[in-house]
């Protein structure tokens, strides 16, 4: 294991943004069971803490691929687009307009019925919001696009958590 290996490498995954998560999860319990310190307890305190880094190099990497929004982020780094999300806030109109009527919708949102549509809608955007990143990672290569659909699932996963922060409240 290499140390500056990007986390692709260090799975051993081909570098593209479509991954299979039971593949990701098992390769992480492998290579967890191989860097772990008291694997190196013999070896003397200097081997454990090289192996400790590892785990934390390992877990690092981990929840990176795991998540899809990471994944997808991570790539476009590597690919020469970071997403900079604070200081290029930059959207299309239309998805500019959609995230208004969100907006308008959760304020004016009065029950769990109402929230929970708002919800199955946003989980349809962030679903064509992950296919239009794989898309343009994986076919086209087009890691400064996807940055800006990488963006969008940014607010699209935070505006998922107010949701779930109102539907809280109604249940108290």
């Not at 069971?33 to 981990?62: C, K, L, T």
């Not at 500019?96 to 809608?121: C, I, T």
């Amino acid at each position: 294991m290499n140390l500056q290996s990007d986390d692709f490498e260090l799975f051993g995954l081909p570098r593209r943004f479509a991954q299979d998560r039971a593949r990701i999860d098992a390769r992480w319990k492998e290579l967890q069971r191989e860097a772990h310190p008291d694997r190196f307890a013999g070896q003397g305190p200097a081997a454990q803490r090289v192996a400790m880094q590892w785990s934390v190099r390992i877990n690092e990497a981990y929840q990176r691929l795991k998540d899809p929004l990471k994944r997808a982020a991570y790539l476009c780094e590597i690919r020469g687009a970071p997403i900079e999300a604070e200081s290029n806030t930059a959207m299309p109109a239309e998805f500019l307009m959609e995230q208004m009527a969100w907006r308008e919708a959760l304020e004016e949102a009065r029950g769990e019925e109402e929230l929970d549509m708002l919800n199955a809608s946003l989980a349809r955007a962030r679903e064509e919001a992950l296919h239009r990143i794989e898309e343009l990672l994986d076919a086209k290569d087009d890691a400064k696009s996807a940055a800006g659909q990488v963006r969008a699932l940014m607010f699209i996963e935070r505006f998922g958590h107010d949701i779930e922060a109102r539907l809280e409240q109604l249940g108290q």
